[in-house]
Structure formats: structure tokens, C-alpha cells
């Protein structure tokens, strides 16, 4: 064993190797992988070996395209099969609601380039003669499915990785981690220790034993899973024989199950309701290639709905039943990505579907590693993506929630319980009785909108228009037309202060840095000219700025920053970041009344002149210190008032009492949001995301271009220069009673023009692969787009996606906000644009200018 390497990857299942792989294809040769026992020695050994390319997530999805796609790929270069069975499979929906659900996937699939079709249940019989179809209403197809041979496939992975240049030793444990000053790790192993630049955890069900040797608590847990076999089938054998083909994969929503045929007869796996954790805290160093004790009792009522659906198989004999552990985080999608207060230390871990998200996985932190980015947009898998409330308790209870709806329809306005309350405010009570419907945001309970008084504050789920449309209608008119007051504790606070703050805030913003006093709204870019943020920054004094952000991506933001921090020069080191969580917590006013009843509370003078939109002030508001800035989301006249939480309740308390006069009204996030959309506001994750540049996102005015060197500038101005391809915009659809949710085709009567680009990103800059496996660099149409296919209907094409939407209440509009080629940005003619909501093509407008006070002559006011 070699005694130093660029980076070493602990740990030898399918996800190592596939790291260790694409570390070397993109040119680390000088690498190692450390298996405690042989390859495949965790999960990867027993895994019923199935793929698949859906996730909620696109961007996931099309890593899972990449997955699938490069098999063939290691196999020609390793010489080892990994006895591919590309069969397809279809998703069965019993009900129409689950029907709803594929037909979102299967719009998705439009301009995500997948083939996806839907089709009957009648259809989907002759391909897997075993299901009763009259179970079914419809289902979905997916020539992208299929199952291969987990063992073949893991080595096949090392065997290429090694023909490369890496190095693989076996039966060697990691057993500590220690960083020397310089940053360079000591890999202390059985036989040794290595130094290496970076590390990669890649050790599945050990992975969190590793984190800690670091002092991480990674959150993920195992669960036990269990799958059977049956004794060879006579329908199988015959089906084969008469069709010439191999039994497809299928998917049944109602019992959580899959299915599909091994060998001759068929395999059937259950996410059962009553799961089970396994080695909750600790993973015993000493399992190894041992299955669990099968537990049939568990498994049962899955069983009895999968025997139901496809009596073809109740009638077989069980040959066996395999029960093993594999690891899980909270949403079910991996933990990739460096981790936030460590240098060089990565993970990639929680990979639930190995053999679907190995390759994606491997591609994305390989690119991350070598050329400092992931390439693609990863944030659905990105390790920063949960806060320090994701305990291994909390993950324990959001896990095994997680797994019982494997296969659930997560509604737009379902809310999961488990493990909540976790954070709350001091005015969580408060809320509540108030009626308020409560939603989960990164961990703390937020108010999403308020019930009628006596009515019983849930919300009904559902895909259409629910119980909430009417109070949030009202929250919403109330507060436009008088004045209303919101919790937004929930958004990201940070401090930065310090000699050289403002010099570093330069570097990081595209926007100029706001005079004492006053505030400025700016986007942040990676070095290839992306969107990795979108800011409120205030200057709170000499050397001090307040910034204020989205809560979700306060690890993933830190994260940068701190690679960011000044490390030389007079003075660098004494820059301070500094993250309030919620030790800063927020209200805001807004609506024609808010300044009236500010005025009330306050000493000071908060005249129109006295108090400017975008000015920042610390002042008393009703007696307690806080923090006031002069602008709000709702895009309204208002304030956002910050306070330690001890005084929380107190300015509260003030604003209720003295927004009597005013008709004062409280109203939840959905309201908020709501408002925004009449402005047409951007979100963070939603509109604005690293696939996207500056000018894309129409965010022109906020990127200063000619202030100084900032990071993403040159290709920033490359973008500006060629002008951008494609371009968000706003559109008020005729809707009927669903709005739209994200990710919906957007359709367009073009004709016989080509307007060049009907491709959703998903790679950029340091993406050296596309989707396809294809090695490529540079263009926007090889950075890993996805194609679209079948996507034209005469004169229509699906030209673009939606990024969010819903009902602007005030305005009285089904209002979306999506990207659409740039020629086609500003045309605002009727009949020129669909957006297909729930399956059904509804005619759309863009609309440039906001429906809600255009010349945003209230919110200067
Ligand atoms: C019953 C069952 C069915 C499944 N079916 C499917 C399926 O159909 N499709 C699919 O895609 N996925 C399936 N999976 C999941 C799949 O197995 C996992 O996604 C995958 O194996 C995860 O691989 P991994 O490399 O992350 O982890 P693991 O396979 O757990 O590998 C981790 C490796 O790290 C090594 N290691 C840990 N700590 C150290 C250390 N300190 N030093 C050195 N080495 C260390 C371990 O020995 C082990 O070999 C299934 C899993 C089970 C249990």
C-alpha cells in the first residue's frame, strides 16, 4: 500500500467505485480506494439490482439517465458484464389521483428528453401477464428500466477504475481520520496510514462511523429491506417463449412494491408500512456478507395488496426471502458534496438506489473534486441541504416516514408529520391558536395560512385548488388592502463584519455594496456565471452588513463563504461570518396601512423621507431593539422587523394591538407567496438556480458588471455579450381549478421557426460529460441539456418548463413563471403559449409586466 495519494476513497460498494472511476477518468490517477473486507461488503452485495431513471427531482432523474446509460460503457473497458436487462417497466396508478401523479411525470419526462408513455392498464397486462389490470386505473411506461447483477456492476466499476491508474486495497479498515495544519489528511488504516489531500466517504452503511471520526453526525440511517423470489414460474416461461422477451419491471403505488422477473420466475420487493431501522446508532464493524432474519409478518399486508394486483404470483412457491440493510437520508436521496467546516472532506453516502444514482453520484463529485464544481445542478443530493435539527433522532423518525411512502404521492400541499414540532418560535403557541396550518421550513415551524375560526386547521391534499384557496384569498386582500403581519423567522440571517467585509462581499456580489443605512438586492454567481444565490444585503454600519437569504441553503451558502474568506493579506483573517439561525427571528408588515401602524410603535421618524424603500434602520420597535428594513416580498409598502426571540412576543403583541385600528390581519407563507407572484418575484431553487445565468433569470439590473472583479464576472459578461439563450418569464394562465405546481411543459405555437433552444439545462462549465456519457466541453447544447423528443404536436413545441406558480389572489390570476427561448421573451400575444396543468394544455400569456402595481409606485410610497 502506497503511503501518500491525491485522495482516498473509503470503501468499496458500488458508490466507491464508481467514485474512484470517474476520479480517474477525469485524470486523478494518483488514487486510492480502502475496502475494510472485499468489494461489495456493505449494501451493494444483496441489492435486488434494479434501475430507473424517474425522481422527483429532474436533475436527479437525468443523473439517473446518466447512470443507465453508462454501463455499457464500463463493461467495454473493464471486460466484466454487468448483466444488463433493459426490459422497461411501467408505474400502475389504482386511483386518479395516483393517475394525476403520472401524468405530472410523464409531462416532466417532455422536455427532460425521456421517452414516457401513458398507457392502459389493458396494455400494460400483455407486458406482465401476472397483474389483474382491473386493479388499475392507468399507467405509465419507461423504456428506461431494467435490472442488472450488483456484483458485476461494482466490479466492473473497480476493474475500469484500476485500468485507469487507481489503486484498490482490500481488507484494510479505515480506523481514524486526522487533518495535519496544512490540510493534508492522515487516513490511519490497519496496515497503515496514508496521507492524502482529500477524502471521500463512500462507506454506505458505515458511512456515519466515518462522518463522526471527523466529528460529523451525518443524517442518514439503514433500514431493513426485504425482497422475494419465487420457485421458476410456467407463465413466465411461457411468456417468454411466445413473446421472445424477458418480463418487464413493475411498479404498483397502493402496495408500495415492485416486481419483476429473475431468472424464470419473478422477484418481489415491499416498502412496507410497519419498517424497521437497523443498528440505529451504531453499524457493528464485524457485519459483513450476512443477510437479516426474513420477517413475513411484516411484510404481509403489502403482500396481500401485491397478491391481489398480480394473482399470477400468489400461486407460486417462495423460494426465498432476502432481507438486508441499506442506508437512507431524510428525503431518500443521496448526501454528495463537501462538508460544510471541513476542508477536503467529502461524502458520498445515503445512496439508496445504487445502481440507478452510482454513475450520476460518481460524475458529480468527481467533477466537484477535480474541477472545483459539481458541474451539474445537485442540490436535490447536495450534503448541505439539511441543518443541525436533522439529528439521528430526527433523521430516525423522518427515515422510517420516508420509507413506509416510497412509492406515496407527495401532494403540492401536503406537509409530512414526523418528527416535527422540531424548531419553533417563542410565537409557535401563538400561531396555533390562532388556527394557524402549520409547514415545516428547514426544520422550523412556520404558518402557512390560517383557518376560519372553528374550523379545523389542515390542509385537504390534493393536486387541484383546496380548502386554503379562500382564507388565503382573504389573508391576501386584507393585507393589500390594509395591512396584514407574517412570521419570517424562517428565511437565512447572516452577520458579516470586519476589516475587509465590504472587499469580500464585493468579490462574492454582483451587485454594488449599499451606502450605510440602505439596501441592495443582489445575486451571487459561481466562477462558470451561474446562480448559486440570490441576496438582501443591508449596510449596518462601518465594516458591518446584515444579509438576509433562503433558508434551505444556509449550510450550502456558509459553505461558500468560508472557501471565500480571505486567507492572506494585512487584515484578511479578521473578516467574521457569522449565521443567526434562530437566534435572530423576524415579522413583517406590509399593505397601504403598515407605515401607519409602524408609526405607532416607533420614536423615530418613518416619513417617506425619513424612512426610504430599501432603507435599513435599528431602531425600537414597541419597545424591544430590533432591525428594520423598508421592503418586503409582498412587493408591497411594508417592513421585515428583526429581534433576538426574547422580544418576539413582545413586538407582536404591539403590532396586534395597535393594528386593530387598522384592520390588522395575520397571513401565512402561501399568502406571501401568493403576493410575489403578482410581482413577479423570483424564488430561490425555483426560478433561480445554477443552471441558470444572470441574465437568463432576468436579474439585469441587480448584476453590475463594471463595479470590480467578482466572481463569475467574465462569464457573466460573456453571457450579456451573446445575449442569453433563454429567459424567465411570468405568464397568466387559464387555468380551471389546479394551478400549476413546477416542472410543466410549457408549449408554443411556433410553427416552423426554430427558436434553438427547447433543452432544460442541468450540466454547465465544469460538466465534462453530458448525460449521454459523451465526453464534450463548452456548449450549452453538450452541457448535458436534455434532448427533447416527441414534443411536437403541428405547430406546437414544447419550448420551455415552469418553475413555479399558483393563484395571485389579489389580481384574481392563475399565474406561472418558467423559462422560454429569449426571442420568444417578450411576445405577449394570446394563443401563442400552453402550459399543460394535470395533463390538459391551457392556454397561457406572458406577461412582462407585473399584474400588482407595476411601477411599484405602492412600494415607494
Ligand atoms: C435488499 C436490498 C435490495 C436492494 N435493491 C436495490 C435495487 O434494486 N436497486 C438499487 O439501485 N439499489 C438497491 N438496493 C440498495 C443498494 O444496495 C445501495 O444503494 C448500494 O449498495 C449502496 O452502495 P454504497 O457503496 O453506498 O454502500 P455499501 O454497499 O454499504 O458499501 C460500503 C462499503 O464501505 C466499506 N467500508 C465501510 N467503512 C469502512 C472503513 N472504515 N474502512 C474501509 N472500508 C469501509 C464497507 O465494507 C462496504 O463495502 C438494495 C439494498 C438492499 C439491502
Redesign the pocket.
Known amino acids: 500500500m502506497k503511503s501518500h495519494a491525491k485522495a482516498v476513497v473509503?470503501?468499496?460498494?458500488?458508490?466507491?467505485?464508481s467514485v474512484l472511476y470517474h476520479l480517474a477518468k477525469a485524470g486523478w490517477t494518483d488514487i486510492m480506494l480502502?475496502?475494510?473486507?472485499?468489494?461489495?461488503?456493505?449494501?451493494?452485495?444483496?441489492?435486488?439490482?434494479?434501475?430507473h431513471t424517474l425522481n422527483g427531482d429532474p436533475n436527479v432523474a437525468k443523473l439517473q439517465a446518466y447512470t443507465v446509460q453508462l454501463y455499457r460503457e464500463i463493461e467495454e473497458l473493464s471486460g466484466q458484464s454487468c448483466s444488463l436487462h433493459l426490459t422497461g417497466g411501467v408505474m400502475m396508478a389504482d386511483t386518479p389521483e395516483r393517475m394525476d401523479f403520472l401524468r405530472l411525470a410523464h409531462a416532466k419526462g417532455r422536455y427532460l428528453g425521456m421517452d414516457t408513455e401513458l398507457i392502459t392498464p389493458s396494455e400494460a397486462k400483455a407486458m406482465f401477464p401476472l397483474m389483474d389490470e382491473t386493479n388499475f386505473v392507468g399507467a405509465m411506461w419507461d423504456p428506461v428500466e431494467g435490472?442488472l447483477d450488483?456484483s458485476g456492476t461494482?466490479h466492473a466499476y473497480a476493474k475500469a477504475a484500476r485500468k485507469l491508474g487507481a489503486e484498490i486495497v482490500l481488507r484494510?479498515?479505515?480506523?481514524e481520520l486526522t487533518q495535519e495544519v496544512d490540510g493534508t489528511w492522515n487516513v490511519v488504516?490497519e496496515q497503515g496510514t496514508v496521507k492524502a489531500e482529500h477524502v471521500v466517504n463512500?462507506?454506505?452503511?458505515?458511512?456515519r462511523?466515518?462522518g463522526r471520526m471527523v466529528g460529523v453526525e451525518l443524517p442518514l440511517l439503514a433500514m431493513e429491506?426485504?425482497?422475494l423470489l419465487t420457485e421458476p414460474m410456467p407463465e413466465v416461461e411461457e411468456f417468454n417463449k411466445s413473446t421472445g422477451r424477458e418480463m418487464i419491471g413493475v411498479m404498483d403505488f397502493k402496495g408500495e412494491i415492485?416486481t419483476r422477473q429473475e431468472r424464470n420466475g419473478i422477484l418481489l420487493?415491499t416498502y412496507e408500512k410497519a419498517c424497521k431501522p437497523w443498528s440505529p446508532v451504531n453499524t457493528p464493524?464485524d457485519f459483513?456478507h450476512e443477510l437479516l432474519q426474513p420477517d413475513i409478518d411484516r411484510i404481509a399486508p403489502s403482500l396481500e395488496i401485491g397478491f391481489k394486483h398480480f394473482p399470477g404470483i400468489e400461486k407460486a412457491g417462495i423460494k426465498q426471502i432476502?432481507?438486508?440493510?441499506?442506508?437512507f437520508a431524510l428525503d431518500g436521496n443521496p448526501l454528495v458534496g463537501p462538508v460544510q467546516g471541513l476542508t477536503n472532506f467529502w461524502c458520498?453516502?445515503a445512496?439508496?438506489?445504487?445502481?440507478?444514482?452510482?454513475g450520476g453520484v460518481g460524475l458529480a463529485l468527481s467533477n466537484w473534486m477535480v474541477h472545483g464544481d459539481p458541474g451539474f445542478d445537485v442540490w436535490g443530493m447536495d450534503v448541505a441541504r439539511f441543518g443541525e435539527w436533522a439529528t439521528l433522532r430526527y433523521t430516525n423518525a423522518k427515515v422510517r416516514e420516508n420509507y413506509s411512502r416510497r412509492f406515496s404521492i407527495r401532494f403540492p400541499n401536503e406537509e409530512l408529520p414526523a418528527a416535527r414540532p422540531a424548531q419553533t418560535t417563542p410565537l409557535y403557541d401563538t400561531m396555533l391558536a390562532n388556527n394557524a396550518v402549520m409547514g415545516d421550513s428547514w426544520g422550523l415551524e412556520t404558518p402557512l395560512w390560517f383557518a376560519p375560526k372553528g374550523t379545523e386547521p389542515n390542509d385537504i391534499v390534493s393536486f387541484h385548488r383546496s380548502n386554503d384557496f379562500g382564507p388565503i384569498g382573504e389573508e391576501v386582500r386584507a393585507t393589500r388592502e390594509k395591512v396584514g403581519v407574517t412570521e419570517i423567522a424562517n428565511f437565512a440571517k447572516y452577520e458579516v463584519s470586519g476589516p475587509g467585509s465590504e472587499d469580500l462581499l464585493n468579490r462574492l456580489m454582483t451587485n454594488r455594496m449599499p451606502k450605510t443605512g440602505r439596501i441592495v438586492l443582489t445575486p451571487m454567481l459561481n466562477e462558470f456565471g451561474r446562480l448559486i444565490g440570490d441576496f438582501t444585503i443591508a449596510k449596518a454600519g462601518e465594516e458591518r452588513f446584515m444579509i438576509w437569504s433562503s433558508s434551505a441553503a444556509q449550510k450550502y451558502h456558509m459553505r461558500w463563504f468560508e472557501k471565500h474568506l480571505p486567507k492572506d493579506g494585512p487584515g484578511a483573517s479578521q473578516v467574521r461570518i457569522h449565521r443567526f439561525d434562530q437566534t435572530l427571528v423576524g415579522l413583517s408588515i406590509a399593505g397601504p396601512k403598515s407605515r401607519d401602524l409602524l408609526q405607532k410603535l416607533v420614536d423615530a421618524d418613518i416619513s417617506t423621507k425619513a424612512f426610504r424603500f430599501m432603507d435599513f434602520r435599528e431602531m425600537a420597535v414597541g419597545g424591544a431593539p430590533c432591525m428594520v428594513n423598508r421592503i418586503t416580498y409582498t412587493g408591497d409598502l411594508g417592513y421585515e422587523i428583526w429581534m433576538a426571540p426574547a422580544y418576539q412576543r413582545l413586538v407582536y403583541k404591539a403590532i396586534k394591538d395597535a393594528g386593530e385600528a387598522f384592520g390588522l390581519v395575520d397571513f401565512g407563507m402561501r399568502a406571501l407567496l401568493s403576493m410575489r407572484l403578482e410581482k413577479n418575484f423570483p424564488t430561490w431553487f425555483r426560478e433561480l438556480r445554477p443552471i441558470y445565468g444572470p441574465f437568463e433569470g432576468a436579474m439585469d439590473r441587480f448584476v453590475k458588471l463594471e463595479k470590480n472583479d467578482f466572481i463569475g464576472r467574465d462569464a457573466a459578461a460573456r453571457e450579456q455579450a451573446e445575449g442569453p439563450k433563454l429567459r424567465r418569464v411570468s405568464f397568466i394562465v387559464d387555468a380551471a381549478d389546479a394551478d400549476v405546481m413546477g416542472d410543466e411543459p410549457i408549449w408554443a405555437k411556433v410553427g416552423g421557426k426554430d427558436y434553438g433552444t427547447v433543452e432544460k439545462p442541468h450540466g454547465y462549465g465544469a460538466a465534462r460529460f453530458d448525460t449521454n456519457g459523451k465526453e464534450v466541453r463548452g456548449s450549452r447544447a453538450a452541457e448535458g441539456a436534455s434532448a427533447v423528443r416527441g414534443i411536437v404536436d403541428g405547430d406546437w413545441r414544447v419550448v420551455g418548463w415552469v418553475t413555479s406558480g399558483g393563484y395571485a389572489h389579489y389580481v384574481q390570476k392563475s399565474m406561472a413563471q418558467g423559462y422560454v427561448p429569449a426571442a420568444l421573451a417578450a411576445d405577449e400575444s394570446a394563443g401563442l403559449f400552453e402550459i399543460e396543468i394535470l395533463g390538459s394544455r391551457r392556454p397561457a400569456r406572458i406577461n412582462v409586466e407585473p399584474p400588482f402595481d407595476p411601477s411599484g409606485e405602492k412600494m415607494r410610497a
Open positions: 473509503i470503501g468499496g460498494g458500488v458508490v466507491g467505485c480502502i475496502e475494510r473486507s472485499e468489494l461489495t461488503s456493505g449494501s451493494s452485495w444483496h441489492a435486488a439490482g434494479g434501475f435490472h450488483p461494482t484494510n479498515r479505515v480506523v488504516t463512500c462507506g454506505g452503511l458505515w458511512a462511523e466515518i429491506h426485504m425482497y415492485y420487493g464493524w459483513g432476502i432481507n438486508g440493510p441499506f442506508t458520498a453516502c445512496v439508496m438506489a445504487g445502481f440507478s444514482q452510482g
